[in-house]
């Protein structure tokens, strides 16, 4: 592993604080890029209501730059291990800022498309991979599961602040408004992560080649099960707040869901990521795959009751933080720290394959036939996932050079 003197400028004085200001601003940039996708709840309605449309076409929308994000971190990832991650977390601050200022000058749904989508969902993708990839060679083994768990910390509290803030601000300026505020935000929060990033060119030596990756039966099964969990762990994101709302939920409190999951995540990953180096991570995402299957089931049978969805997200917040934070730990295990940025985004791609699958279809299922077939479904892939994630996944190592 690079050592932290290799983060410096040549002649740069040795700063043991070096570290955890990178795991600051890599808190920063995921609080901001996470926190802005995973409000789009709440700008759902504005959004379909302005542009004279219906749930499913702007559902899709949401599912659009998710998939945008997934494959912008396969690419992103994969860079961010050969050159660093500065270069490419500025390109993320400049495009998450335009995507934002476009979609709240769009006048027609392609346009927001073409701006939230895109834009905003690759800038999500360059940030993510390449900064868990930074932190990786930033820490050492035992402090690297603190150190993940503080960055990961950074999505569910954007989750949290960012759709009540969000709320707030539609309320008084509009959607377009609030997109706008939020463009000026995401520039200085994610350029300051950029200046945090690698400051030399790192060596290729030991990279994974993808053709490796993709014979390995133990990350098929493992991409597999996240293609399963991707419908049933962005439906949450994208229609608590509608379903709470439909089901006669305070507006505030229908709001609050998603924060509420943020919340519950934040103390979870902070908890996982202190654990991190005690327990097995592969076990500590099958116990996460189980526990937002039950955050579905609950909200399934909920029929709008606060108290039932209220325990839904947080479910739904200890399973999310519990995964995203035990994931890095188990393919830097398989791969090795150096393929860490590179390998995770390939990983994530899966999950942008059952977001396209999720939010957009269950936006269609519920303008046709209401929310309960819609959550009953990504209920059912939800159990099919964890029943994959089951499976023994004993492999030799893959190592191999570029």
């Given amino acids: 592993m690079a050592s932290t003197s290799s983060l410096r ?35 759902l309605t504005p959004i379909a209501d302005d542009l004279d449309t219906t749930t499913g076409p702007v559902a899709a929308l949401f599912s659009t730059a998710v998939c945008t994000y997934y494959a912008g971190g396969a690419i ?43 834009l905003v969902g690759l800038a999500t993708g360059f940030c993510y991979p390449s900064m868990i990839g930074l932190i990786g060679r930033s820490f050492s083994e035992r402090r690297r599961p603190a150190a993940m768990g503080f960055l990961l910390a950074g999505v569910g509290a954007g989750t949290l602040v960012m759709p009540l803030a969000s709320h707030a601000l539609i309320s008084r300026l ?14 200085l929060a994610i350029g300051w992560a950029a200046t945090r990033g690698d400051r030399v060119s790192l060596p290729t030596a030991g990279l994974v080649r993808v053709t490796r990756l993709v014979r390995s ?60 180096h005690r327990a097995d991570p592969m076990w500590l995402c099958r116990a996460a795959f189980a526990a937002m299957t039950a955050a579905l089931a609950i909200w399934w049978i909920s029929d709008g ?40 985004g390939i990983h994530y791609t899966g999950l942008g394959v059952g977001a396209l699958a999720g939010p957009a279809v269950c936006g269609f299922i519920i303008d046709a ?3 309960g077939p819609a959550i009953g479904l990504v209920t059912v892939t939800s ?5 994959l994630l089951m499976l023994p996944m004993r492999e030799a190592a893959v190592t191999g050079s570029p």
């Fill in 9 to 43: 400028f040549p002649g740069e004085p040795e700063d043991a604080s070096a570290p955890w200001s990178i795991a600051a601003a890599a808190f920063a940039a995921n609080f901001v890029t996470f926190g802005i996708l995973f409000s789009f709840g709440v700008f």
């Fill in 76 to 118: 992103g990832g994969r860079i961010g291990d050969r050159y660093g991650a500065r270069l490419l977390v500025g390109v993320a601050a400049v495009a998450m800022s335009a995507g934002l200022l476009l979609t709240a000058w769009s006048n027609a749904l392609w346009q927001t498309y073409a701006a939230f989508g895109v």
């Fill in 174 to 187: 509009g959607w377009r408004q609030t997109y706008a505020v939020l463009a000026a935000v995401a520039l």
């Fill in 217 to 276: 039966r133990r990350f098929l099964l493992f991409f597999a099960a996240v293609v399963a969990i991707g419908p049933g762990f962005y439906a949450p994101v994208a229609f608590y707040n509608d379903y709470a709302v439909d089901r006669g939920v305070a507006p505030a409190l229908a709001a609050a869901l998603i924060g509420i999951s943020g919340a519950t995540s934040v103390a979870a990953r902070l908890a996982c990521g202190a654990l991190g």
């Fill in 305 to 344: 009751n606060p108290a039932m969805l209220i325990a839904s997200a947080v479910a739904h917040g200890v399973g999310w933080a519990v995964w995203v934070t035990a994931t890095p730990s188990v393919l830097a295990g398989w791969y090795g720290v150096a393929n860490l940025g590179g390998v995770i």
């Fill in 369 to 371: 036939s209401g929310f």
């Fill in 383 to 387: 159990l099919a996932a964890l029943g």
